[in-house]
């Protein structure tokens, strides 16, 4: 019941901040959904609406498993604002990482910088971190996948959301070769601007 109902307020769409907010406040995720469903807490109709979606077969249809913030890597977990949990689809690898991350309008030069970069990281037997958006961070991961490397794509959209669509193939491959797509967003979640800082804000940059 746990997972279930942290599941189901991840499925409602919240800003990351006020999630974390709202679990400091009511202390679980069961006690907020419950103010929620009181009108106790203030959201919109549309979220209102989320809470009867069946979160657990949502992740289940995209082939994504979930991993609680104590289960978390504990470079991530030990963060003060790490995501309650994370949608994966793939594998989360073992190894260190390299988060690789930059402008979605890179000169030609940035971007080659970045796939030598990416070929870089994964030649040396580390995970390239990245988003999979235009410019830098699709280009680390070209360059990750020039190498056979492993890569892990942070999205700040549902997992079974191909954001931008030019990048589909990108992902695919990048699960092929035993990387991840991970998102704390609920599987569907559209790729709106607010959504992008809050996961990749947390790894480290190298631009």
């Known amino acids: 019941m746990i997972l279930l109902n942290r599941l189901r307020l991840a ?3 919240l800003h990351p901040d006020r999630v974390r907010k709202l679990l400091e406040d009511w202390g679980a995720a069961g006690a907020v959904l419950r103010a929620i469903e009181l009108g106790q807490v203030e959201v919109t109709d549309s979220i209102r609406d989320r809470l009867s979606i069946d979160a657990e077969r949502a992740a289940r249809l995209v082939g994504a498993s979930v991993i609680l913030r104590e289960d978390l890597p504990a470079g991530l977990s030990e963060l003060p604002d790490s995501p309650d949990l994370l949608y994966v689809r793939g594998l989360l690898p073992e190894a260190p990482g390299v988060a690789i991350v930059g402008t979605r309008r890179a000169t030609t030069y940035g971007l080659r910088l970045a796939r030598s970069f990416g070929r870089a990281v994964a030649a040396a037997g580390w995970t390239v971190i990245s988003g999979l958006a235009r410019g830098v961070d699709g280009a680390a991961h070209f360059g990750c996948l020039d190498a056979g490397g492993v890569g892990v794509a942070v999205l700040g959209c549902g997992v079974d959301v191909a954001y931008p669509s030019e ?9 092929e070769g035993g990387g991840a797509v991970i998102s704390e967003y609920a599987p569907g979640a559209p790729p709106e601007p607010w959504r992008f800082p809050p ?3 947390r790894l480290p940059t190298m631009t």
Do not use: Q, V
């Open 199 to 201: 996961g990749l804000c």
């Open 167 to 175: 990048h589909r193939k990108l992902a695919s491959r990048l699960l």
């Open 11 to 13: 499925s409602l769409g």
